[in-house]
C-alpha cells in the first residue's frame, strides 16, 4: 500500500516453546535467539516471543507500527496463526491473518511479548517482525474513497442516483489532488482538501437519505471445539473478549 514505507527491522527477539498458557505471565527461562526468517513447527503449537526494539520518531501525518506476517494473509484466520500481544504485561490486541498492526507510539523503547499459536492446519510456519511508517493521512483519505468506490463496484447500479452522485463526488474528490510532488506541504494540502470535501459533501448531506433503513448489533462468537480444542476455545474467548 502506498501509505505503508519501511521503518526498520527488529532484531532484538527471543522465542521459547510453550504448552497452554494458564496465566498472562510469560515464562521467565528457556529463551533462545529468534532469527530473520526462522520458521515454527508442530500443529497446534504455541510459543512465546520477546521483542525489544525502539521506534523511531515520526512527521505529523504519520504513525509507527510494528508490521507481522505470517504468509497466510488472506487466508482463513480461525484455523491459521493467531497471537496476543502484550505491553507492559496487559494483552492490548489479538494478531491474525486478517489483523497485522500494532500501532505503538514513537521515539520509545518497547519490550513487547507474543504468545503465538500455530493453528491446526500447519506444520511450520514464517513468523515476520518488522516496523513500518503509515501516513495517517493518506490512509484516511484512501478509506474514505475506497468506501464509497466499492458500493459502486458491488452495490449500487449503474443507473442508480446513488450511483451517478457517488461516482460524480469521487470524481471531484480526485480532480482536488496534486499527485506531482508527493509528501510536500502542498501535496498534503490537496489531500486535507478533498477529505474535508467528501466528509462535508458526501458524507454529511448525501449519506442517510435513503429510504432503507439498517438496524447492526456488534457481536462476537464462539464456536465450542469447532476445528480446534476447547483449551483453544478457551484462549479464543480471551483474544475475542479483552
Not at 525489544?52 to 482463513?76: C, N
Not at 515476520?128 to 458500493?151: C, G, H, K, N
Not at 460524480?168 to 506541504?185: G, S
Amino acid at each position: 500500500s502506498q501509505f505503508f514505507t519501511y521503518a526498520g527491522s527488529v532484531d532484538d527477539i527471543e522465542y521459547v516453546e510453550t504448552g497452554y498458557k494458564t496465566d498472562d505471565n510469560p515464562p521467565t527461562e528457556g529463551w533462545k535467539k529468534y532469527t530473520d526468517r526462522m520458521r515454527f513447527f508442530g500443529n497446534d503449537k504455541h510459543y512465546w516471543l520477546k521483542l525489544h526494539f525502539k521506534t523511531p520518531s515520526v512527521t505529523k501525518h504519520q504513525y509507527v507500527a510494528l508490521t507481522t506476517a505470517t504468509g497466510y494473509e488472506g487466508e482463513r484466520d480461525t484455523i491459521n496463526p493467531q497471537c496476543m500481544v502484550f505491553i507492559d504485561g496487559k494483552i492490548v490486541q489479538a494478531l491474525d491473518t486478517n489483523h497485522s498492526l500494532v500501532r505503538l507510539e514513537p521515539d520509545r523503547e518497547y519490550q513487547i511479548f507474543i504468545y503465538y499459536y500455530m493453528g491446526s492446519d500447519h506444520d511450520a510456519c514464517e513468523f515476520r517482525m518488522w516496523l513500518s511508517y503509515i501516513d495517517e493521512t493518506v490512509e484516511q483519505l484512501y478509506y474514505d474513497m475506497f468506501v464509497p468506490f466499492q458500493a459502486c463496484r458491488d452495490v449500487y447500479t449503474e443507473n442508480s442516483y446513488e450511483f451517478a452522485n457517488t461516482v460524480k463526488v469521487l470524481e471531484q474528490a480526485c480532480n482536488m489532488l496534486d499527485l506531482n510532488y508527493p509528501y510536500t506541504e502542498a501535496y498534503y494540502d490537496r489531500i486535507c482538501q478533498a477529505g474535508k470535501f467528501l466528509k462535508e459533501e458526501y458524507y454529511e448531506k448525501e449519506c442517510g437519505k435513503s429510504d432503507s433503513i439498517t438496524s447492526y448489533v456488534g457481536h462476537t462468537h464462539i464456536d465450542i471445539a469447532w476445528q480446534w480444542t476447547i483449551a483453544q476455545t478457551k484462549e479464543k474467548v480471551q483474544r475475542s473478549f479483552s
